[in-house]
């Protein structure tokens, strides 16, 4: 599902989901989930430009956009198997039978744009992870602890630029 609102009178929306199964059957016979069999994934993101000057030359451009999908799967250790290996060992009879929890993620971005004579200059913020959610990308295994533990992905990341066109 697509819904578009393209740029005009200085704004635009876009909508875009998807419901879906993602399996592949093994060589034994077997269908199972894929890495990517999240079920589901939605995006929505906009952004709202303000023009001004005297000749109508510099615009302020406020935007968002915000990702909510379904957990990554993944396959459970085997913490016994693992502790006595000194290494991860998965239980693949439960081949990505699990599921993290959903994926979430707001991201805002504010840039201000100069436009001279022959040259033009950009100032922009971008702010990743606005919420500093900590969404589940990996399982490891700490075999000094005999622990499993998982990582996440990257949390809130501010980003100042500068960039110059001419």
Do not use: C
């Not at 699990?98 to 991201?107: G, I």
């Amino acid at each position: 599902f697509t819904l578009e609102k393209f740029f005009n009178n200085n704004y635009f929306v876009f909508v875009s989901g998807s419901l879906f199964s993602s399996t592949y059957e093994g060589s034994d016979g077997i269908t199972y989930n894929s890495l990517f069999n999240s079920n589901f994934a939605l995006n929505v993101l906009g952004a709202r430009e303000f023009i001004w000057g005297a000749k109508k030359q510099n615009k302020l451009t406020v935007g968002a956009k915000i990702t909510w999908a379904g957990g990554r799967r993944y396959t459970p250790l085997d913490l016994d198997a693992s502790e006595k290996a000194y290494d991860a060992v998965y239980n693949y009879t439960q081949r990505n039978e699990m599921q993290y929890k959903d994926y979430f993620r707001l991201d805002l971005s504010v840039k201000y744009r100069i436009n001279a004579q022959k040259v033009g200059h950009e100032f922009g913020l971008d702010l990743v992870n606005v919420f500093n959610t900590k969404n589940y990308f990996i399982q490891e295994y700490n075999p000094v602890l005999n622990e499993e533990y998982t990582e996440t992905q990257l949390g809130f990341l501010p980003i100042f630029y500068y960039r110059i066109d001419f």
